[in-house]
DNA sequence: TTGTATGCGTTATCAG
DNA sequence: CTGATAACGCATACAA
């Protein structure tokens, strides 16, 4: 019965009402008589009227609506990331729109497009792997729409970035191993050319140094994606060195799990005789055994920012837009793997 | 320099031509001279234009965007629904908004209300946990927006829906079991009163019932959210039961993990002693020791689904809007917690 | 407190 | 092949 194409004017016509007042009323505006209002709304319920953003949008060049690049959604990260974004969108009255360029750097371009077609306010996004120059994105510069990159940021355009502070973490997570009696301790650590990973092996070198312990190159295991059957062959390599390590730090959780299942195969015991900590708290490290000790990467905290960031950006858009550069701080989160009594 | 502010109208201005000709232009047109075409293409080009979809979408009455209400995007099936949802559909020219739940009736209704207001052209839906009574999006109907739920689908409204066969998938798992020589199996179940989980249930018992194995109720372990945790607990009291299970079928992957790790406490053999099959093949499954066999949910594929159901829907308008049940086949994934030589 | 008139940027319906 | 003009549904400056 009621349908959809129920507009204003249709209210207006109904109440012998200008369409003006119809709107007014319907905004809360304040000139507009306490009884009329509610005259309209009743009316607007009862014949299930909903306002047509589109037309609303295209009135005030407004969208209440933000788009969100990333890589791929399933990956536990980024879909933690997307729900700390939805979260503080939805409060503050946007809505998001989301693409995963697949690490295809075509598609990313394709995406940064249709993007500004839309209209949205602003957009946050995690450059894929593909994408070396990421000039595609100044293009949001020029239109003045707020861009704030998380995790995978730019060097090429100036943008808000949200990241966490890997140095840090790759410190505290030394030194935890350190307290807890490790004095030979290895890394399994990513890419020798990606900005993240090179700041946690200069936070693990860091804390090896501030206690005293020497930072042998070739307790340092250098891996391209960290992908599981990295760390195996790594922690494999690390079952040859002498003395053998009593600590491995792990640039992330794949890592730090294969290398525990290849100690374990090696009948080593986990913290007794090696100690590990991953990086980034995925689920299963809490599930498997030994519960893993790991830096939590603040995931959902990086989207909450991410979207505060953009949408304040959004709102003063009259003032500079300075771009600014949140470090979001890591916890340690301390279980099993690293569960002994300090010696020494 | 450019800004975002050009529109057809200012393009108009510079070749002296008028603005519909410019929009035709842009839309490739029949009707408008090559040469034009391309002066108008070029000039919009370098001065940056780029259409306002707003504006465009008002007038056609179209969006291109589809609305996906989830509970959590953070939990692993949905994100990978997401996925598949995002895929098709922007190949298919679509763009996704998303909302989470967060498992909370009210804010579901709040959101299908924003989802009407922003003219979406189609749902696709999981409901949350607290949702019993979904009349809400019986509006959907009424303003004739197609609907598709998948996995925790509506029951008051109609609507498509994409479900995976939980009846077939347990029964294989079970049969699996039983082809690898179990004779006492047990099933880790999920709440008495939601249907997937009595589907589960049912192809367990169909499964002991064609190989003339009795269904011992004090074998089924009912769980009320299929948690890490009571998984354990369940599995505690299976190992009281005489005789002992040689095969566990359950309902999640959590449960699985958690019997999993209690049975090797007890010095279990897995799965020698028993043999252990979960459901949804989470990323942890292929890593854990032993490696879970486990039923894969399909999820993307699910995304997939329900994302041209709809669009074909959306585009079908005209005709008769049949709703429609698409049934997914699921993948038993054999790895080792299954993987024992079949005696007798 | 309410109404009138105009325009947001497009597309579509007419003519020419 | 091209142009003038009227919508699409709403918000607002200006009047009354």
Redesign the interface.
Known sequence: ????RITIKDLAERLNLSISTISRALNDHPSIGKKTTKEVKKLAREL?F??????S??RRNK?Q?IGVIVP?????F???V??GI??TA?RLGY??????S?DSLEREIAVT??L????VEGVIACLGLETTDSRHFA?FN????PLVFYDRVSKDVESSKVIIDDFDAAFRATEHLINTGCRNIAHIAGNRNTDIFKARVKGYKAALLKHDLEANENLIQYTSELS?EEGATCAKKLLTVTPLPDGVFCANDNTA??AI?VF?KANLRIPEDIAVVGFSNY??SS???PTLTTIDDRA?EMGQTAAKLLIRQIEDKDQNIASETIVIKTDLIVRDSTNRNPKG
Do not use: C, W
């Open positions: 019965m009621t349908n959809s299930g909903t306002p047509n953003t589109m037309a949008n295209l969208t609506s791929r959604i399933d990956i536990h980024h879909s933690h997307i729900s939805e979260e939805y809505n998001v729109t989301i693409f995963q697949r497009e249709i500004q077609a839309k209209r293009r020029e239109i003045k729409i599981y799990i294969s299942q374990k689920p299963i599930i498997m055994e959902f």
